[in-house]
């Protein structure tokens, strides 16, 4: 898009949730390079994020919230973030950063003089002016959480006034009420709509979304490195072209250096173990074919019902594992299996066990219903929640509390398989 001459068209970059020094805990990563890949890969987002700065002419770059994975900075990320800024600063990009849950201003105490195009929002909502060749064409609003949970609408403290020019937002919250978010710094659409600013650059929200596209934009950029298998897909950055005129016209650009992927291979029609593991290689080919030559990471989901079930039914998953895992690891790039999971069915006829009349059946009837009704689901996770509540595993329990319904159903349908296994065994007997 070329602007006229002399108009006060400019462009930024949004992004946000960088996680500087996330630690990848709960993966198992035996491979050394790959483990050095995953421990580098948010700086490496970063500095791609500071390319795309460059290459698109962004005179500005926000960061909205959980720039750094934790409050307890690290002096190894602090210096990452400024090497990286430092650089967009020497060329004249200004870069202005709000904290967020994860790294909110409680733990922060900066061991580096920045430099002056670098700004940091405090616990107040703040304005900074973006000027271009002495002439006022933007202005950027922003807050920083004070304390790791903020249950205020801190949207409220923004406002535009008549006169002011084109105003980003930047802003760590959560939109609507989103149950799979926690819920900081919650407020409505209408909230953000009411306040004048022309565009909402979010963060706390991990995959990229637009929530409207215009008068005012809003726009969560996502984080710019998927963590596990549950931000697969592309992540990255939005670059924001503003015209003369107001309007805003944006553009999604990843940035992730190893790519998330979750691949699920059916097991129906097979009757050997090496046809899932072909079926695994080809589906790793062709998805890393798809994402542009980045290392990738697979997090493999077996499916379907047949034969090759009891097969699996011992060490199944991690023979398939190892068998299916490129043994050349790794070179430029890498496709990483994280692990496989086996959610296959036994080879049974469903429905003709269904209507035995006997325990079998009485199970296969319960699943169903619990299948279909939301209020067991939800007794499901109570009850998962229970028996890992009284163990010291906190973390597991926020897991089972952010348990998808498509998550509860493949573990109905795991529980299903085992109960069915063991019966059907001791029927064989
Ligand atoms: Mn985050």
Redesign the pocket.
């Known amino acids: 898009m070329n602007e006229p001459a002399g108009s006060t068209g400019f462009c930024f970059v949004h992004a946000?949730?960088i996680?500087l020094d996330s630690p990848f805990a709960s993966m198992k990563l035996d491979s050394p390079e790959v483990a050095e890949a995953f421990a580098s890969a948010a700086r490496a987002s970063l500095q791609a994020i500071a390319r795309v700065c460059v290459q698109e002419g962004a005179r500005f770059l926000v960061l909205s919230?959980?720039v750094f994975d934790s409050e307890q900075r690290s002096l190894r990320a602090q210096h990452e973030l400024w090497a990286v800024l430092g650089g967009l600063a020497e060329r004249g990009v200004h870069t202005y950063v709000a904290f967020?849950?994860?790294d909110s201003l409680s733990g922060w105490r900066s061991a580096f003089s920045w430099p002056e195009e670098v700004h940091f929002f405090g616990p107040e909502v703040c304005t900074y002016p973006v000027i271009v060749h002495g002439c006022e064409v933007a202005q950027v609003s922003g807050i920083s959480y004070p304390q790791p949970s903020v249950g205020e609408n801190l949207s409220l403290g923004f406002r535009k006034h008549p006169g002011d020019p084109f105003t980003v937002g930047v802003l760590h919250c959560n939109v609507g009420g989103d149950v799979r978010h926690a819920n900081y710094a919650p407020c409505s659409l209408a909230d953000l709509e009411a306040s004048g600013i022309d565009y909402w650059a979010l963060?706390?929200v991990?995959e990229p979304r637009i929530l409207r596209a215009e008068n005012p934009a809003i726009v969560y950029s996502g984080?710019a490195q998927g963590r596990n298998p549950r931000e697969a897909g592309a992540r990255g950055c939005f670059v924001v072209r503003v015209t003369g005129g107001g309007r805003v016209a944006m553009e999604f650009v990843p940035t992730d250096v190893i790519r998330w992927h979750v691949l699920d291979v059916r097991i129906d029609g097979m009757s050997t173990v090496d046809q899932a593991i072909d079926e695994i290689r080809d589906g790793v080919a062709r998805l890393a074919m798809s994402s542009s030559m980045r290392s990738c990471a697979f997090r493999v989901r077996l499916l379907g019902r047949g034969p090759v079930h009891r097969e699996l039914a011992m060490d199944g998953p991690d023979a398939l594992l190892a068998a299916a895992r490129d043994s050349s690891l790794p070179g430029d790039r890498f496709d990483w299996i994280d692990c496989v999971q086996d959610l296959t069915c036994p080879d049974v006829d469903r429905e003709a066990l269904k209507a035995g009349g006997s325990l079998i059946s009485d199970l296969l009837c319960l699943a169903d219903e619990t299948r279909s009704d939301p209020a067991r689901l939800e007794a499901v996770r109570g009850a998962l929640e229970q028996r890992l509540g009284s163990r010291p595993a906190r973390g597991l329990t926020r897991m089972v509390r952010e348990l998808s319904d498509e998550e509860t159903l493949q573990i109905i349908e795991k529980a299903e398989s085992l109960a069915l296994d063991l019966l059907l065994e001791e029927a064989d007997s």
């Open positions: 946000a949730d996680h919230g959980d967020g849950n994860h963060g706390h991990h984080c």
